[in-house]
């Protein structure tokens, strides 16, 4: 099964336009939005924000999922699939485990409460 993996992402990157490969390279790996601090996986518990280091935004859980400290901000992120939307004082998960379930979740942060959309 490796092997057929292997194979999809070599043509994948063979056909592939070099602006489609260009354009997540070019992304920021955080973004503070208002009271928010949106990222991939989290932040490292203790370490200030403008401090995080790429390899946490993008991978961090158990250091900072079973962290209840104060952040500052909410961190929105996901990386650790649930079945709905985590909402705790500190974080927000949208993680829907999209790469298995097939849906996606987004939060909608401005005017007014949170809300959600999921696919189905």
């Not at 999922?65 to 699939?81: A, E, K, N, Q």
Request: charged share 20%; with cysteine.
């Amino acid at each position: 099964m490796n092997g057929e993996f292997d194979d999809v992402a070599r043509d994948l990157w063979d056909v592939m336009p070099p602006s489609h490969l260009t354009f997540p390279r070019t992304l920021r790996t955080s973004l503070p939005v208002g009271k928010y601090f949106l990222c991939h996986a989290g932040v490292r518990p203790g370490i200030p924000l403008n401090r995080q280091s790429d390899e946490d935004l993008l991978w961090i859980r158990d250091d900072f999922l079973s962290s209840g400290l104060d952040f500052g901000t909410i961190v929105v992120h996901g990386h650790t699939p649930t079945e709905s939307p985590e909402v705790l004082p500190n974080r927000i998960n949208i993680d829907a485990g999209a790469v298995t379930t097939g849906r996606l979740t987004c939060a909608i942060l401005e005017n007014g409460p949170l809300r959600f959309l999921v696919t189905k």
